[in-house]
């Protein structure tokens, strides 16, 4: 048990300042809830502080990439251009820190460590890893499901004597890739997004590729003014159709049949057009992409036929033509990544029939041959939803702790995404088993903020002292979860959505896929029914099980 030294007592502690966090703070503290969150960096901005890496930018509309609780910050906000680069991004979240006085409640530089449910007076130790340590009633986590990034343990890491980066802990200080052999390894988002700005710059850049990604181009533009004026004009439009979506987007399915429906001519004139206009939109080209291995084939397709015409060397495009069900695995947009590969300065490795045997002082070497490199990027992705919360010793009711709960041989389960049997008073914002990562993040983001404001102000208003998921509603929910995603091609594919990037990591798809609409239909009727599966002990120790 974490032994508090400090006598320091809040109604609520929530971990991270990025999107999540902040409006957290802002709306418990709106509420009138004392509220501290804290944050291991040293500013606000949770991924979008940490992912410098060259070419980081969103994949979701800027528009729509924004809080929508209030009609001043949406009117204040300006963004430059379709997809929002990192830097803006940030500038924005500082923005929204500054207007709402955000930062006098926020503890930078320091890392919660622990985090201890104490049943004989109901609220939650929480010790940071500089010794101090607090009390709260409620314990939120606003850690983000993709923060704890993952260096894959390949022997002789440390050997490396030139520079070596992880994509999600970029520095400040600009990287000087002029004129130097650097070494890519990983063809995700990142991967994609970082290496046509580095082989701009660098002397050579060989790219590690186990997994080739299907992507499709971005096309980023600038908004001109009048877009961004009818935009102000209309975003109390924008903010409902995006709140009832299927994924947090203002795109919808484009044609509302099966890809097999059309005749193969139609099926490409409608994937040119979608290609040409860019953006996640592809995806929705049909319905039944991602649930009908033939229709989704056809999308495969196509994106492979536009492979071998961007790519001159047919041994090259034959290496970067992915074969899986595409989309099963997070789609990536670019800007001219495949051209890349057309460059005079830019090797493709494959580490899938050649993988990677060892690091050493000098480089990289394969089981094929060693690459004498002067830096190591590395897009290796993150160990995505659990990760982030099994950084903090989290534990419940009889000392039993979260990673153990979740690490029973079978998988993660939580009520909603949102709360865990045996954790009272414990919210998680995005947590495994909710939208999350298969939405338009900032929108799910806010839903989860204003369920858990909305619940902790019922609790307040009603004299209960603590609420907790039950086990069967717990079960049904998991259960749920997964018949969903089992009906997708989404758990068919191995991926860091199913925990499959992870080395030893139990498989489990850990996001609901039902929609943000009907999700937080769902939400708002178990709020409706009196927290309908939850457990509710009152002050004066009445306990309902609703
Ligand atoms: P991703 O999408 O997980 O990509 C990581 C890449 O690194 C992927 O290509 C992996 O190949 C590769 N990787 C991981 N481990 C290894 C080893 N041991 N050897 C070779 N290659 C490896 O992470 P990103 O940072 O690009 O994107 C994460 C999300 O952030 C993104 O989807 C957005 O939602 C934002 P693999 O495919 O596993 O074979």
Same mark, same amino acid.
């Given at each position: ?175 000087? /890739? @002029?004129?130097?052999?650097?070494? !890519?390894?990983?063809? #995700?988002? %990142?991967?994609?997004? $970082?290496?046509?700005? *580095? ?82 939109? /592809? @995806?929705?080209?049909?319905?039944? !992409?991602?649930?009908? #291995?033939? %229709?989704?084939?056809? $999308?495969?397709?196509? *994106? ?243």
């Amino acid at each position: 048990m974490v032994q508090t030294n400090q006598s320091l007592k809040l109604d609520a502690v929530v971990v991270g300042a990025g999107f999540s966090g902040l409006y957290m703070l802002y709306r418990l503290r709106e509420a009138g809830f004392s509220t501290r969150v804290f944050e291991a960096a040293t500013d606000v901005g949770g991924v979008w502080y940490a992912n410098r890496y060259p070419g980081a930018k969103c994949d979701s509309e800027s528009i729509i990439y924004n809080y929508t609780f209030s009609n001043e910050l949406l009117q204040e906000w300006t963004w430059t251009s379709r997809f929002p680069e990192q830097a803006e991004i940030l500038n924005y979240l500082n923005f929204v820190t500054d207007r709402l006085d955000l930062r006098r409640d926020i503890q930078f530089n320091t890392r919660i460590s622990a985090a201890h449910y104490d049943e004989e007076n109901k609220n939650w130790k929480i010790e940071a890893d500089d010794g101090t340590a607090y009390i709260a009633k409620y314990f939120i986590t606003g850690v983000g499901c993709l923060s704890a990034s993952n260096i894959p343990n390949f022997k002789g890491l440390t050997s490396f004597k030139g520079e070596a980066y992880h994509t999600g802990h970029w520095p400040h200080e600009k990287v000087d /890739f @002029s004129g130097k052999r650097v070494g !890519l390894i990983g063809t #995700g988002s %990142s991967g994609i997004q $970082a290496i046509p700005v *580095i082989a701009e710059e660098a002397g050579h850049l060989t790219v590690f590729q186990r997994t080739p990604a299907y992507s499709t181009p971005a096309r980023n533009y600038r908004y001109d003014p009048e877009f961004i004026r009818q935009t102000k004009a209309n975003y109390e439009e924008i903010r409902q159709q995006i709140r009832w979506s299927k994924m947090g987007y203002l795109h919808k399915v484009i044609n509302n049949r099966s890809a097999l429906e059309d005749t193969p001519e139609e099926r490409q004139q409608e994937y040119e057009k979608v290609w040409e206009k860019g953006g996640l939109g /592809f @995806s929705q080209t049909y319905n039944d !992409l991602l649930v009908n #291995g033939e %229709s989704n084939e056809t $999308a495969s397709e196509f *994106i492979r036929s536009k492979i071998d015409e961007i790519i001159k060397d047919s041994n090259i495009a034959k290496k970067l033509k992915p074969s899986y069900y595409y989309s099963a695995k997070r789609p990536v947009l670019d800007t001219n990544y495949y051209e890349t590969f057309n460059r005079n300065n830019v090797t493709l490795v494959d580490v899938k029939a050649a993988p990677i045997v060892e690091i050493t002082p000098k480089g990289l070497k394969t089981s094929e041959a060693e690459h004498e490199l002067d830096v190591i990027v590395f897009a290796t992705g993150y160990d995505a939803m659990t990760g982030p919360l099994f950084k903090i010793d989290i534990r419940g009711k009889e000392g039993v702790s979260l990673k153990d709960k979740w690490a029973d041989g079978t998988q993660t389960r939580t009520y909603l995404g949102i709360a865990n049997a045996g954790f009272p008073n414990m919210f998680m914002i995005t947590g495994p088993e909710s939208p999350s990562v298969l939405s338009n993040v900032p929108v799910s983001i806010e839903q989860h903020v204003e369920w858990i404001g909305d619940c902790i102000e019922y609790l307040r208003n009603n004299e209960i002292e603590t609420i907790e998921a039950n086990l069967d509603a717990e079960e049904a929910w998991s259960k749920h979860c997964r018949e969903l995603a089992e009906s997708t091609l989404l758990t068919k594919v191995d991926s860091w959505y199913t925990g499959a990037n992870i080395k030893d990591k139990p498989r489990g798809f850990l996001i609901y896929v039902g929609g943000v609409g009907q999700y937080r239909k769902i939400c708002d009727d178990v709020a409706a029914k009196g927290y309908e599966g939850f457990s509710l002990i009152f002050t004066n120790k009445k306990i309902t099980t609703a």
